[in-house]
T-cell receptor
Framework: GQNIDQPTEMTATEGAIVQINCTYQ??????LFWYQQHAGEAPTFLSYNVLDGLEEKGRFSSFLSRSKGYSYLLLKELQMKDSASYLCAVRANTGGFKTIFGAGTRLFVKA | ETGVTQTPRHLVMGMTNKKSLKCEQHLGHNAMYWYKQSAKKPLELMFV???????ENNSVPSRFSPECPNSSHLFLHLHTLQPEDSALYLCASSQGDRGFHSSNQPQHFGDGTRLSIL
């Protein structure tokens, strides 16, 4: 079967760095996405990894290790507006391509 | 503005009512999706339309009926819903799914319809 695990909640301080982890078990792995979702709003695309390593995009970076079934999203120089849910999603080919979402990690940024 | 518009934003209905949710995308995409989002649970994929053809029905009860008249519009018709169907219903679109070559295409989501069943 397919399974995605991420912490339910995290709290961090403005200006700090936070790492949100995601582990997955799936067959036919075909890429991993991170989305940000503010309360009452649409999820928005942050990053995509399909090869091992780190992808950097401004204050946000995403890492993937396919052999370990592991990814993390790294947020630097945290701002209050970064308080949101962060969704890890895996695209898999299981007799057809499908994107499976984790339950999301709620990040609280405090002053 | 994500390019995906859902209406209504909020809907309260009784269990015997019939209503429809509407989704429209202005991104030129060819794949559209319905998801259910309940508190503290993963996004649940309900239906997928790829180039106007339904390619996924994720064991969704028949009281939910999708319709995709063209690649820009997607509807979810609701009939005789249950209290446990109360949730946020999200529509998304992406470039048409042609397998591996579409792997890096993210989905663009609407703001959702908050549905409450009395």
């Amino acid at each position: 079967g397919q399974n995605i695990d991420q912490p339910t909640e995290m709290t961090a301080t403005e200006g700090a760095i936070v790492q949100i982890n995601c582990t997955y078990q799936t067959s036919g792995f075909n890429g991993l996405f991170w989305y940000q979702q503010h309360a009452g709003e649409a999820p928005t695309f942050l990053s995509y990894n399909v090869l091992d390593g780190l992808e950097e995009k401004g204050r946000f970076s995403s890492f993937l290790s396919r052999s370990k079934g592991y990814s993390y999203l790294l947020l630097k120089e945290l701002q209050m507006k970064d308080s949101a849910s962060y969704l890890c999603a895996v695209r898999a080919n299981t007799g057809g391509f499908k994107t499976i979402f984790g339950a999301g990690t709620r990040l609280f940024v405090k002053a | 503005e994500t390019g995906v518009t859902q209406t209504p934003r909020h809907l309260v209905m009784g269990m015997t009512n019939k209503k429809s949710l509407k989704c429209e995308q202005h991104l030129g995409h060819n794949a559209m999706y319905w998801y259910k989002q309940s508190a503290k649970k993963p996004l649940e994929l309900m239906f997928v339309y790829n180039f106007k053809e339904q390619t996924e029905n994720n064991s969704v009860p028949s009281r939910f009926s999708p319709e995709c008249p063209n690649s820009s519009h997607l509807f979810l018709h609701l009939h005789t819903l249950q209290p446990e169907d109360s949730a946020l219903y999200l529509c998304a679109s992406s470039q048409g799914d042609r397998g591996f070559h579409s792997s890096n295409q993210p989905q663009h989501f609407g703001d959702g319809t908050r549905l409450s069943i009395l």
